[in-house]
């Protein structure tokens, strides 16, 4: 018999992802109890696989067979030199900051919430606060197999009954996902009322984990995704110096195509422009560095109507206050 890693809590809220009814929880897989859908999910690893498998991307073969799926997280001798040898041109002035803002929130609505996480079979930049943090219980999905997955979940059809999660936190995930509204509105459904979501999207970054790479977005396009959130707080993550770092790193990627050479330009480019991350030490927090930033935050609350494409345009500034003429 596979244990979970699952909690009664969450047992109690988790629901089929084709057709939101209840599980029956068995050893080698979870059946869904209706009689029109009886969809069997595996588990692997004693991590429940439930996907909504006609209309993800991912299927039951992926996981049954430990494919890799989007991150890799075996390690070896190259990734362990990339991620502590060499320096890197990625930076996160806010997260941290961020979080600890969460935590407040949740434990002001909840003395015991439970926090959704997309994408959390690793733990994100500046999540610290959050994962140490004994009040907060965490369910950690992903669409890969990895050292935090709790549950293989896909965004798009969230294996959650409605309003039963008091966070969610979707951090560098929603750019790797082929339809994000729709995601947000699963998690607007999971989210009771009130509840909170912390979310981070690239704007100027390059292709990332392909093939699963697939959109970006401006500060206006980020806060209309989520116009179904009263916002708490906006801005940047990395700034327009790690914009240009990254520009610059595959500028000269784009010279060459065999694996060892772009190896070697990517050492070159990382070696020559990692320091232009700090100056987003003070850039990220100026308002003329958001339409050049490398990617966006929100911090939001869920609402009952939606922020309204006039309004949102009407709340728009320029970084620069046009000067009065005459």
């Given amino acids: 018999m596979q244990t979970t890693k699952i909690s009664n809590r969450v047992l109690q809220c988790v629901r089929c992802p084709n057709c939101r009814s209840k599980l029956h929880t068995g050893a080698t897989a979870w059946v869904c109890v209706a009689n029109e859908c009886r969809t069997e999910h595996p588990i692997v690893d004693g991590i429940p696989v439930l996907i909504n498998e006609s209309r993800s991307v991912f299927s039951f073969a992926d996981f049954t067979s430990r494919r890799i799926t989007t991150l890799n997280h075996r390690k070896g001798a190259l990734k362990w030199i990339d991620e502590n040898l060499l320096p890197s041109i990625s930076v996160n002035y806010s997260a941290k900051a961020n979080y600890d803002e969460l935590v407040k929130l949740l434990l002001a609505s909840s003395s015991n919430p439970l926090v959704l996480v997309v994408g959390g079979s690793a733990a994100g930049a500046g999540m610290m606060p959050l994962l140490k943090n004994k009040k907060i219980e965490l369910l950690e999905t992903d669409v890969s197999l990895g050292p ?66 697939f959109t970006r977005f401006t500060r206006w396009g980020h806060r209309r995704l989520f116009r179904w959130f009263e916002e708490v707080g906006s801005g940047a993550t990395g700034g327009p110096g790690m914009a240009l770092a990254w520009s610059y790193q595959y500028f000269l990627l784009s010279f060459v195509e065999k694996k060892a050479l772009r190896r070697a330009v990517t050492v070159f480019a990382r070696l020559t422009s990692f320091y232009l991350k700090y100056f987003d030490r003070y850039l990220s927090q100026r308002s003329a560095a958001l339409d050049a930033a490398s990617g966006l935050f929100f911090l939001g609350r869920k609402a009952i109507v939606p922020i309204s494409d006039r309004k949102l345009i009407m709340q728009y500034r320029p970084p620069v206050e046009p000067r009065a003429k005459g």
Avoid: S
């Fill in 148 to 213: 935090r997955t709790t549950l293989v979940a896909d965004a798009h059809d969230l294996p959650l009954a409605n309003e039963v999660v008091d966070g969610v936190v979707v951090q560098a995930v929603l750019e790797h996902v082929v339809d994000p509204t729709r995601c947000v509105e699963e998690i607007h459904r999971v989210l009771k009322p009130g509840g909170f979501i912390y979310a981070e999207t690239p704007f100027i970054q390059q292709v990332h984990l392909p093939p699963y790479d």
